[in-house]
């Protein structure tokens, strides 16, 4: 029996989603449909959807280069357009799995909290 899988953005992860919602929805006001932003948006949407099919659909980050500030037990990485990151964790129990997003991240920030140069 498979467990139905909701999807949460957290903290820093809704922030960086509600900031980009509202740049894309302007864009789209003034006429534009193709952007940076946009294709950002649309990355975030697909990769949220694939996650809902397959919780472990992006890459395992290994327990020992989790870094400290996060108080997770597994974390996930999922590359997305313009050399963004998402980062997330699973949680489930009997009756659902929930996936909290808790990063939607730049590739200079993403090197930066995990120490690589």
């Not at 193709?34 to 649309?42: D, F």
């Not at 809902?52 to 980050?61: E, L, M, R, S, V």
């Not at 909290?100 to 200079?108: D, M, S, T, V």
């Amino acid at each position: 029996m498979n467990k139905p899988v909701r999807v949460i953005l957290l903290d820093n992860a809704k922030i960086e989603f509600e900031k980009l919602n509202k740049i894309v929805g302007e864009q789209i006001k003034k006429g534009r449909n193709n952007s940076e932003e946009i294709q950002l948006l649309k990355s975030i949407k697909q990769k949220v959807e694939l996650i809902k099919q397959n919780p472990f659909y992006g890459d395992n980050i290994p327990k020992r280069l989790i870094p400290k500030g996060y108080s997770v037990n597994n974390l996930w990485r999922i590359e997305l357009t313009h050399f963004w990151r998402m980062l997330y964790t699973i949680k489930g129990d009997r009756i659902e799995v929930i996936c909290f997003i808790l990063e939607l991240i730049n590739h200079k920030d993403y090197n930066k909290i995990f120490g690589f140069k």
